[in-house]
């Protein structure tokens, strides 16, 4: 297992928090070993979890064409027909997977192609099951193209994330599970596909990024 580039600024702040605090109440409480010890308990905890959350787990990806990866990790919780009103404008088929904090974070390319379109949207940062957030939270919009598919893909900040990161631009090249962005804290990601997509999911599912295949071409 390896550690998220996006996690060494937590990691090491958490390091020098749980240092200087730990050592604080060793020196100045040391009568006190019922707030002591719990304190630093409390303090690893909280180091263990930022590492645990940045971690980058050795996977062996599904790479196939005729197949449509999980962009996220975590649990399937809407599968339904809705309106796309910001790049498709019509009707498409929505996938979303909410990603708890204990869920790896990284996004990743459900297929190989090319970006047609990318926008960040600031916003606000309801619960990411709220019905809102996916046109009022703060998210970002993903579009890859290939000869056969469009997928429009959206970032969701949860209550508590507050930043998304996306390594991608209009006109990149990108490949099926390569990376293409990052949510810190909690989050939801969609996928919308063209009506007709078979989906390879149900509601409840546990899925991996770049392991589940969400759906596939006929």
Sequence with gaps: MKIHREGYKYIAM???LWLILGYASFYFLPGWPLIVWPLNIVLFLVWFW???FFRLPARTHTSDEQKI???ADGKVVVIEETFEPEYFKDKRLQV???MSPLNVHVNRNPISGIIKY???HPGKYLVAWHPKSSTENERTTVVIGNNKIELLMRQIAGAMARRICYYVKEGDQVKQNDEFGFIRFGSRVDVYFPLGTH???KIGDIV???VT???HFP
Excluded: E, R
């Design 208 to 210: 991996q990024g770049g």
């Design 199 to 201: 989906i390879d999911v």
């Design 118 to 120: 990318m926008k960040y």
């Design 50 to 52: 930022i590492i645990w």
């Design 96 to 98: 979303s997977i909410f």
């Design 14 to 16: 958490a390091s020098v």
């Design 213 to 215: 295949v969400l759906a």
């Design 69 to 71: 990866t999980c962009p």
